[in-house]
């Protein structure tokens, strides 16, 4: 039963550098999200996907890019990363249960800091 | 933009006490209302959430309160207890977005003994 795990937990890249974060869900679950929380900000959806090769950009999504071949993973890369990139970044996945019913299950987070 | 207000940013509360926690919406065409609690260094977890035809609804020590025509939802914990110690995210949804959430900012929640 291992649900929704993200790797690494934690890294510390160089400006400019890329780096990706792998999120994989084991329930089949079609929606996935990659958020990232800053204090002060909550939670902000960077990227989401409705089903595998369906993506579309949250409320953030400058400075990354995200793919989805197949329905259990959701890798989100940073492809120059900049200091403001700093951030925990969750994963989370969800599935559609009729009107009204949205919840979402969220990964342990990825500590990212880039120096 | 904030589609979800929340406040306060922190509370702390005596063990046996009511934490109250508030949040405001604008958007009309959200139809649910769920409440995530993150412990440190733990993702998001889904406490309770709430359907806009009902006014309150209550689960243990946990209820949520919701007023439609202000726009507004609150999250009420009795009897706070130390393990209640969290960040609490009010958030809202609507049918046909997606499966997309939208957060409020968060509010880090310590109950003292």
């Known amino acids: 039963d291992a649900g929704i795990t993200q790797s690494p937990r934690y890294k510390i890249t160089e400006t400019g550098r890329q780096v990706t974060l792998m999120c994989h869900q084991t329930w089949s679950h079609s929606y996935m999200f990659w958020y990232r929380q800053d204090l002060g900000h909550g939670l902000r959806l960077i990227y989401y996907?409705?089903?595998?090769?369906?993506?579309d950009k949250g409320e953030v999504p400058d400075g990354y890019v995200v793919s989805r071949s197949k329905t259990e993973n959701f890798p989100l890369t940073l492809e120059s990363a900049t200091r403001s990139q700093t951030s925990v970044y969750f994963c989370?996945?969800?599935?559609?249960?009729?009107?009204?019913?949205?919840?979402?299950?969220f990964g342990p987070g990825t500590r990212l800091t880039v120096t | 933009q904030q589609q979800v207000k929340q406040s306060p940013q922190s509370l702390i509360v005596q063990k046996g006490g009511i934490s109250i926690i508030n949040c405001a919406y604008e958007n009309t065409a959200f139809d649910y209302f769920p409440w995530y609690q993150q412990f440190p260094g733990k993702g998001p977890a889904l406490l309770i959430a709430?359907?806009?035809?009902?006014s309150e609804k209550k689960e243990g020590r946990f209820t949520i309160s919701f007023n439609k025509s202000a726009k507004q939802f609150s999250l009420h914990i009795m009897d706070s207890q130390p393990g209640d110690s969290a960040t609490y995210f009010c958030?809202?949804?609507?049918?046909?977005?997606?499966?997309?959430?939208?957060f409020g900012t968060g509010t880090k929640l310590q109950v003292i003994p």
């Open positions: 958030a809202a949804s609507m049918t046909g977005g997606y499966q997309k959430v939208t």
């Open positions: 709430i359907r806009p035809d009902v």
């Open positions: 989370a996945s969800s599935e559609a249960r009729g009107q009204g019913n949205h919840e979402q299950y």
């Open positions: 996907s409705a089903a595998a090769d369906i993506t």
